[in-house]
């Protein structure tokens, strides 16, 4: 075709997700993929069948647009029995393809031109483009060396234009968790405001040592101004199926559900059905905790036969690795050449920053097989 429109790009500065990018490299390079954040662990069988069991009893047609009404029970029976928040499942609760797609209806909904959005760095890379592709301006603070979130500079960021402040625990891409007192202190912040809080909770069940989730649900008078994102993918080892959900108090949730409806209508129905029936097994997510401690727990013994040193992890499945002691180069370099040279591919922590603090750090997922792990880490040991 020889006609080229002269179209200018909502988004000039956003390139291929560096997910795709990694990913793309690891498979062009034979090498171990520790960058993209998906399980290679076994779903449980049960799990598929359930699904095959209700795609061929026929229920292969459009689902509800905003969820299947038995599974949107199970989620908000779910929600009050851990977090003791109550949520009325028709109203207050959307299924969705994801979290990210819970997150871009969310803004689609909230944000006008002009709004202001809190961004806590490094953030995960949907957040800002959802933002600004609804006319809104992200508001940049970065966590403490230390991982923590300067509460202070979160609230000399807030000004009349601000709409919403979003937050992530625990947090991808550090693993670091909140704690009570940093939700107390985000209640006194938010108090007497008009601020929404966007909490993106998709490891809700992956935290270690004994720590607690600290859900926003669990604080009412933050829940009643909060939007919280969920993922069965992370949950199930499904991050394939595009299954999560968002709960929000029933004024906030009917903006989201008009946009929602118009993004994608509705969601996979046999995944929908199979999943309402699997919740009855409590289990299954309740025992993540102690699976991903394991899996945490072996791949920092695997580090310690390397020069690499590790970060503090205390939830979901990523693990940072500091690397300033074996090289200059900066992040995305490096992880190229790990991915190249040495045969295992890592996520570069710049891509989380908009204005990137370089402490030479890597994330890698250890959500995989341990064969997996130790064909990784062979090549890690190589590098003197």
């Known amino acids: 075709m020889n006609f080229q429109h002269p179209l200018t790009s909502k988004q000039p500065d956003v390139g291929t997700t560096i997910f795709a990018v990694m990913t793309g490299l690891a498979n062009q390079h034979g090498a171990v993929n520790l960058a993209q954040g998906f399980p290679n662990l076994d779903v449980d069988p049960k799990l598929i069948a359930l699904v095959d069991q209700h795609s061929r009893e026929g229920k292969n047609q459009y689902a509800p647009m905003p969820g ?62 959802g933002i600004k592709l609804n006319g809104g301006v992200p508001v940049r603070t970065q966590l403490t060396l230390d991982m923590k979130v300067d509460w202070t500079d979160v609230k000399n960021k807030i000004s009349p234009k601000t709409r919403a402040i979003m937050i992530n625990t625990p947090h991808n891409p550090t693993g ?38 600290e859900s926003v649900c669990r604080y009412p008078a933050l829940a009643e101004r909060s939007v919280v994102l969920f993922s069965f993918g992370k949950t199930y080892h499904v991050t394939g199926w595009r299954l999560g959900y968002c709960i929000a108090p029933e004024n906030i949730m009917k903006e989201i559900v008009k946009c929602h409806q118009f993004q994608t209508y509705c969601i ?44 503090p992890c205390a939830g979901t499945y990523f693990q940072l690795l500091n690397y300033a002691h074996l090289s200059e180069e900066g992040d995305r370099e490096y992880a190229k050449r790990l991915t190249i040279d040495y045969k295992i591919a890592a996520i570069p922590i710049s891509v989380f920053y908009h204005n990137f603090r370089d402490d030479k750090i890597l994330r890698f997922c250890f959500a995989k097989k341990n064969e997996t792990l130790e064909k990784g880490v062979e090549g890690l040991m190589k590098i003197k």
């Open 176 to 213: 670091s968790v909140l704690r009570a007192e940093d939700l107390r202190t985000l209640e006194k912040i938010v108090h007497n405001t008009n601020i929404i809080v966007i909490s993106d909770e998709v490891y809700e069940h992956i935290v270690f040592d004994g720590e607690r989730h």
């Open 268 to 311: 996979h129905t046999p995944v929908q059905y199979a999943v309402a029936d699997y919740l009855d097994h409590k289990e299954k997510y309740l025992e993540l905790n102690v699976l991903f401690q394991e899996k945490r727990d072996y791949f920092l013994s695997l580090v310690k036969q390397t020069r690499f040193k590790a970060l």
């Open 68 to 129: 299947l009404p038995a599974l949107k029970e199970k989620i908000a029976a779910k929600i009050e029995e851990q977090y003791g928040a109550i949520y009325h499942p028709i109203n207050e609760v959307l299924i969705t393809a994801g979290a990210t797609q819970a997150i871009y209806a969310t803004l689609s909904a909230i944000v006008f031109p002009g709004d202001e959005v809190i961004v806590i760095e490094p953030a995960y890379d949907c957040y800002e483009p």
